[in-house]
């Protein structure tokens, strides 16, 4: 990625600090920020703050320097504009085009994109008022990262946190690459699941397979900067939230099942990624299974699992739902790749070659996407948001048109 013009946002909320750590990240990978707080940002975080780590002075005021128009030439000459925290209030001005100080007006002068990072209580995030001055700001093609769940300022707690620094780092640095036309998913949930389920034997084993979630989580994090509403079921991961996307936690292969199942009722996608075990132990023991000298353990007795993939692809919620799934195979991987597609009716199989290192915990896969129109799409070794981003490419051109209104 090119160093670019970043044009950081902060409007007035306790989340401003964090966006600290966000400008830093921006700065140590060359870009050029230029910081415009709203007064309410500067209760929160000083403009000398926002200079030192930015390394140019903070602009907070339309009436400054005015021979230079700030208002208009910050955002005419912007590559990228990002408001992290974004509360209520900025994004209700926004989405009514309100101009009365200079990041409002920097962000009806934006021509580049524009991503919103949203903190606040949980209350007001779900007013109505907030969710459609939301909804328009994403039909106008801004990228609005849905809040993270969790602590939030005083003792509360719910939807509303302010996500990772990091990720919403990742989020416009994808955005930067891709570039302002390819919101191509926006108005659009995508459900992926991720990672490898787990089937208990006892409490304190179980049967578990080797995926990461890497995959999945890349396919979860560049939908969000294509601008879906994105849906992640995660089983047994370890790696954090990708920022915008609301995670579902599971354990199993059958808590898996019910959380797409749910998920995939209102979704124009499903992307099934994880490594759902086929089996699981015919019997859980409840207390855990000691070992007797002098006896020999005794077999475990497995049952099918059943089949999600095969499950959403036969029963689809709605007319024109995509279905996507993956195939890890070691040999023949064309041949079974076809058959597995025919197998499970879904309309696209991403095909990975396993085993010897490859796919599990790695950080590229190599790929065919095959299609049951009959196409194939060969994916050379690349990061795993490249493949990603090579799924969505395959999924958008069979998305059915959207409904200009936002809804299906
Ligand atoms: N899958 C699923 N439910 C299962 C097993 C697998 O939804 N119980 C999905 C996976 O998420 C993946 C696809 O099916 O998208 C392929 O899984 P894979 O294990 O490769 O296929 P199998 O049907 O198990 O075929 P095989 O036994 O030949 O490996």
Redesign the pocket.
Known sequence: MNASRVVLGVSGGIAAYKACELLRRFSESGHEVTVVPTAAALHFVGEATWAALSGRPAATETWERVHEVPHVRIGQQADLVVVAPATADLLAKAAHGLADDLLTNTLLTARCPVVFAPAMHTEMWEHPATQENVAMLRRRGAIVIEPAVGRLTGVDTGKGRLPDPGEIFAVCRRVLVRGALEQDLAGRHVVV?AGG?REPLDPVRFLGNRSSGKQGYALAATAVARGARVTLVAANTALPDPAGADVVRVGT?MQ??EA?LKAAEDADVV????????FRPAEYATGKIKKVDGVEPAPVALV?????????SAERAHDGQLV??????TDDVLA?GRA?LA??G?DL??VNEVGDGKAFGQETNSAVLLGADGSEVHIADSPKEVLADAVWDQVVVRLPAADPEGGR
């Open positions: 699941s389920t292969a898996l099942r797409v992307v099934m990624a994880a490594a759902v075990a086929d099918r699992n059943p089949d999600v993939l095969a499950e959403v996507v799934g993956f195939a890890a195979e079974h597995k197998r499970k879904c199989l991403v």
